[in-house]
């Protein structure tokens, strides 16, 4: 039996509105295991966003308890919290969020800048990462001088450099054309064979279809959560 990875319990967030509380999330309970591949979907204020930034320690719940590879990460104070996600977390953004004057290697290199690992480790990890996503010869390019798919792999690379606990993607492909779309995620199957825990959040079908568990969320409560292979 693999461990659990996440455990959720009663999450709920309020957001004050004016006079209102609006309530995005109403009791989320979700055990997600080591190894697991899974698709986060649902309309526009299903909650999906909110519970993604929860997941990925971005944000605190209103209620309830979050235990992320064993720590309770919901009573975490913002400095805690940072280095949680600096160690346990890759993030992979759909605008990929690239420093623009930066090599693709100084861009994979920088998580672990504040890890505080030295230059050699640095750039010696990194050159591991980007070969591993097919950019062992980018490695001195800028952004500007990348694709978009190839922006997307340094993305990958980078939030793979710190070994994290689980890779966290939101919307991946969703500034990228199909084809590009499908090499991204043919990317992420392989990060899943080697080991990885994926989540990933995404509004498209063809894009949930990679993964192996689909939740959906509807009114900040979880609709369905049912194994897709």
């Not at 995620?185 to 990679?210: K, P, R, S, Y």
């Amino acid at each position: 039996m693999s461990k659990p990875i996440i455990e959720i319990k009663g999450i709920t967030r309020d957001f004050p509105l004016g006079e209102e509380i609006v309530h995005v999330l109403k009791g989320i309970n979700l055990t997600i295991n080591k190894g697991e591949y899974v698709a986060l979907m649902g309309p526009s204020g299903s909650g999906k966003s909110t519970l993604m930034n929860i997941l990925g320690c971005l944000d605190t719940p209103t209620s309830g308890s979050y235990v992320l590879n064993g720590k309770h990460v919901s009573k975490m104070h913002d400095d805690e919290l940072a280095e949680i996600r600096n160690k346990e977390i890759g993030f992979v953004f759909q605008t990929f969020n690239l420093m623009p004057r930066t090599t693709a290697l100084d861009n994979v290199a920088l998580p672990m800048v504040y890890a505080g690992k030295n230059k050699e480790d640095r750039n010696s990890r990194a050159t591991e990462v980007l070969t591993q996503v097919g950019l062992q010869d980018r490695m001195d390019h800028k952004p500007n001088q990348l694709s978009g798919g190839q922006r997307q792999r340094v993305a990958v690379a980078r939030a793979l450099v710190n070994h994290p606990a689980m890779i966290l993607a939101d919307e991946p492909t969703g500034n990228l054309d199909s084809k590009t779309s499908v090499e991204i995620m043919n990317l992420f199957d392989e990060i899943h064979a080697n080991g990885n825990t994926v989540i990933l959040v995404t509004h498209e079908e063809d894009i949930a279809a990679h993964a192996h568990r689909i939740i959906r969320l509807r009114d900040g409560m979880i609709e369905t959560d049912v194994k897709n292979k």
